[in-house]
């Protein structure tokens, strides 16, 4: 009887298959997904350049902008260079252990973005709540220990994925039908149990996503009810403009997370697997193209320092809007 070591069940590594059932538009799919990541890797950068080099922006708020910032540029930066090679060059190997890092970075960063988020809502509730003392609680040692102890979560529950995924022997194949290495997608590809990826899965969505959007939800509750009672209409249009951007970026990021993770668990047999991916990759991607966009736009002082930049001059006021 012949008799199979663990070591023979992990395969060498997995065939990542691109989108499937549009294999003959994948490279017409590709040129939204390359513009964005540019836009993404530009406006990012960009960010990160003016907060870092401009004191008008030594600001808390900015402070977890960056924080946002750099997360998308992580996140994004796991998963489309990757599927670009997918649909430029076919080159869609990728190692056993190299699959594992990627989920790792994917996961752990997305955990990241949102709990990036929800700093950023509790930035806010804190300068409208309580302006007076807000440069006092947001100090740069609490953004700091709030941003590590963010990190820290998120690395802290995604390692275990690592190691549920490694237990596991692969006897149904090494092809993967997506453009990355998603947990539950490499565990399907398993003949093992899967339950307990499954249930661990589900309650670190839960841990991360659940309660960050407690937080966000508590935040603005707080921040309507302090906005509503304002006496004066252009307080609290300012009040409500200095979260319009924040608000967006939620949306960006939360819209297509809860379309990926409630279509693949009721819409697995009526939504097309195509969909399944493109939403997966949209999900990657248009946070780090929007979020740069929008704070741009929507903040003052960002265009102001752009300005400033771009004019070579040494008072922004003069041309700010």
């Known amino acids: 009887m012949l008799t199979l070591n663990k070591t023979?069940?992990?395969?060498?590594?997995?065939?990542?298959?691109?989108?499937?059932?549009?294999?003959?538009?994948?490279?017409?799919?590709?040129?939204?997904?390359?513009?964005?990541?540019?836009?993404?890797?530009?406006?990012?950068?960009?960010?990160?350049?003016?907060?870092?080099?401009?004191?008008?922006?030594?600001?808390?708020?900015?402070?977890f902008l960056a924080m946002l910032s750099f997360t998308d540029l992580v996140m994004c930066s796991s998963t489309i260079p990757k599927a670009l090679c997918i649909f430029w060059f076919h080159l869609k190997d990728i190692g056993f252990d190299e699959c594992l890092v990627q989920m790792f970075f994917i996961h752990t960063f997305t955990g990241m973005e949102s709990g990036v988020l929800m700093l950023m809502a509790l930035d806010r509730y804190?300068?409208?709540?309580?302006?007076?003392?807000?440069?006092?609680?947001?100090?740069?040692?609490v953004i700091a220990k709030v941003g590590l102890a963010t990190?820290?979560?998120?690395?802290?529950?995604?390692?275990?994925f690592t190691f549920l995924t490694k237990r596991l022997p692969y006897?149904?194949?090494?092809?993967?039908?997506?453009?990355?290495?998603?947990?539950?997608?490499?565990?399907?590809?398993?003949?093992?149990?899967?339950?307990?990826n499954a249930i661990y899965g589900?309650?670190?969505?839960?841990?991360?996503?659940?309660?960050?959007?407690?937080?966000?939800?508590?935040?603005?509750?707080?921040?309507?009810r302090v906005v509503i009672s304002?006496?004066?209409?252009?307080?609290?249009?300012?009040?409500?403009?200095?979260?319009?951007?924040?608000?967006?970026?939620?949306?960006?990021?939360?819209?297509?997370?809860?379309?990926s993770f409630f279509s693949h668990r009721f819409g697995e047999h009526t939504i097309p697997p195509s969909c399944h991916i493109i939403v997966a990759n949209i999900y990657?991607?248009?946070?780090?193209?929007?979020?740069?966009?929008?704070?741009?736009?929507?903040?003052?002082?960002?265009?102001?320092?752009?300005?400033?930049i771009l004019s070579g001059s040494k008072d922004a006021k003069s041309y700010s809007m």
């Open 8 to 63: 023979d069940l992990i395969p060498a590594s997995f065939i990542l298959n691109g989108v499937p059932g549009l294999e003959d538009t994948q490279l017409w799919i590709s040129f939204p997904f390359c513009s964005m990541y540019v836009v993404a890797m530009i406006g990012n950068c960009g960010l990160l350049f003016l907060i870092r080099y401009e004191d008008a922006l030594h600001k808390p708020m900015y402070y």
């Open 126 to 141: 804190v300068a409208i709540c309580y302006p007076l003392r807000y440069s006092t609680i947001l100090a740069n040692p």
């Open 151 to 160: 990190f820290l979560r998120g690395v802290l529950l995604i390692i275990p």
């Open 171 to 196: 006897c149904r194949g090494n092809i993967l039908p997506h453009t990355y290495c998603d947990h539950m997608s490499v565990a399907k590809l398993s003949c093992g149990n899967v339950k307990v």
């Open 202 to 224: 589900l309650m670190v969505a839960l841990l991360i996503g659940g309660f960050d959007i407690l937080c966000i939800t508590v935040s603005y509750t707080m921040i309507l």
């Open 230 to 259: 304002l006496s004066s209409a252009d307080a609290r249009q300012k009040a409500f403009n200095t979260c319009t951007a924040h608000i967006c970026a939620i949306v960006f990021s939360y819209t297509p997370a809860f379309f």
């Open 284 to 308: 990657l991607l248009l946070p780090p193209t929007m979020n740069p966009i929008v704070y741009g736009v929507k903040t003052k002082q960002i265009q102001d320092c752009v300005i400033r």
